[in-house]
């Protein structure tokens, strides 16, 4: 016997919108790492420009990771991906800060 539906839509709904939701936060957070390495090669001096591409790579490789992670754990309590992928989110405000000031 299945699951009886709720007012939120058929069993494994939920699962599948929230997939999907971190699967657009890998959108977002690849668009903003393309963005800033953009900016970092255009607008900052050459080592600067070089530091900020790597941190940038760095960041997104982590938050894509993370957001796998997370993923493949949808059935498991949050744990500690979320908070790490915010913190990650913050290194990438302050990088573009940084870059928009130098």
């Given at each position: 016997?299945?699951?009886?539906?709720?007012?939120?839509?058929p069993p494994?709904?939920?699962?599948?919108?929230?997939?999907?939701?971190?699967?657009?936060?890998?959108?977002?957070?690849?668009?903003?790492?393309?963005?800033?390495?953009?900016?970092?090669?255009?607008?900052?001096?050459?080592?600067?420009?070089?530091?900020?591409?790597?941190?940038?790579?760095?960041?997104?490789?982590?938050?894509?990771?993370?957001?796998?992670?997370?993923?493949?754990?949808?059935?498991?309590?949050?744990?500690?991906?979320?908070?790490?992928?915010?913190?990650?989110?913050?290194?990438?405000?302050?990088?573009?800060?940084?870059?928009?000031?130098?």
């Open positions: 016997m299945s699951p009886p539906a709720t007012d939120d839509g494994g709904a939920q699962l599948e919108r929230t997939m999907l939701s971190w699967r657009r936060t890998t959108v977002s957070f690849t668009a903003v790492a393309l963005l800033l390495a953009r900016l970092a090669v255009i607008e900052a001096p050459r080592p600067l420009a070089l530091v900020a591409v790597a941190a940038v790579g760095l960041t997104w490789a982590g938050a894509i990771h993370l957001i796998r992670m997370r993923i493949r754990g949808l059935t498991l309590p949050v744990g500690r991906t979320l908070p790490l992928v915010v913190t990650l989110t913050l290194l990438y405000c302050a990088t573009g800060t940084l870059l928009l000031v130098s």
